[in-house]
């Protein structure tokens, strides 16, 4: 239930009672079950009791050594900062904790993370502790830097495209005005062979054409004669 974070005025006294009991045995939790705990009593406020004792306990548990956290990912602190500054920006302790784990873990913050550090205290606004302002620092260099690289990725990317095209370009152009093969001395002769064979075989095509019309010319004299000595 308060994981749900119900918050309809029907369902409110059961958030309450849920959160109450919850809240009273929070070491029975793993920081990651409480964090949603935290994300489902937010319709609380800063000042109801389930509240205080969750800020009281984020306060001790990032106050104690990294290795005993349970393991929370560092995106996932980042994310909680930014959430409790929503409900709770005056309770000091818990800032306090929660901005130097942050600071030690900042290497490990995705661009996501850092996107929450960023939000959560946007121009340094925001809950006041020791070590806020060398958090933005960091966290916001480590952002710059990150952008700066993927447009360079960019720009690359884009660069090899463009000399790829003009490579292909290149290569159409060289094949589209290559100069034609040399023929061999044997090709060069079998090329001379083959036109003197058609220049040979028109000749005698055309011969045969000439004596064909020589006979037909004839056979059509003789016709005429005939015809003369008829009528004679």
């Known amino acids: 239930v308060v994981a749900s974070g119900a918050a309809a005025a029907s369902c409110r006294d059961l958030l309450e009672a849920a959160a109450d009991r919850?809240?009273?045995?929070?070491?029975?939790?793993?920081?990651?079950?409480?964090?949603?705990?935290?994300?489902?009593?937010?319709?609380?406020?800063?000042?109801?009791p389930a509240m205080l004792r969750l800020l009281d306990f984020w306060a001790k548990h990032f106050g104690e050594p990294a290795g005993d956290d349970g393991?929370?990912?560092a995106d996932?602190?980042?994310?909680?900062?930014?959430?409790?500054?929503?409900?709770?920006?005056?309770?000091?302790?818990?800032?306090?904790?929660?901005?130097?784990?942050?600071?030690?873990?900042?290497?490990?913050?995705?661009?996501?993370?850092?996107?929450?550090v960023l939000e959560a205290f946007p121009g340094g606004e925001g809950p006041a502790f020791a070590c806020k302002?060398?958090?933005?620092e960091v966290v916001?260099?480590?952002?710059?830097?990150?952008?700066?690289?993927?447009?360079?990725?960019?720009?690359?990317?884009?660069?090899?495209?463009?000399?790829?095209?003009?490579?292909r370009e290149r290569s159409r152009s060289r094949t589209g005005t290559?100069?034609?093969?040399?023929?061999?001395?044997?090709?060069?002769?079998?090329?001379?062979?083959?036109?003197?064979?058609?220049?040979?075989?028109?000749?005698?095509?055309?011969?045969?054409?000439?004596r064909s019309g020589d006979r037909a010319e004839g056979r059509r004299r003789r016709a005429e004669e005939d015809g003369c000595r008829t009528i004679e």
């Open 133 to 136: 302002e060398k958090l933005l």
């Open 71 to 73: 393991g929370l990912p």
């Open 76 to 116: 996932d602190v980042a994310q909680l900062a930014q959430l409790l500054t929503l409900v709770a920006p005056g309770h000091g302790a818990v800032f306090e904790a929660l901005g130097a784990r942050l600071l030690e873990a900042a290497g490990s913050l995705s661009s996501n993370g850092r996107a929450s």
């Open 22 to 48: 919850a809240t009273e045995a929070l070491s029975a939790f793993a920081a990651e079950q409480v964090v949603l705990l935290t994300q489902g009593s937010l319709t609380l406020g800063g000042e109801h």
């Open 140 to 167: 916001g260099a480590a952002q710059e830097e990150e952008a700066m690289a993927r447009a360079k990725a960019a720009e690359a990317q884009k660069s090899s495209r463009r000399r790829r095209g003009v490579s």
């Open 178 to 210: 290559a100069q034609p093969r040399k023929r061999s001395s044997r090709e060069e002769a079998e090329a001379a062979g083959g036109g003197e064979a058609r220049r040979r075989s028109r000749s005698r095509e055309n011969g045969r054409r000439r």
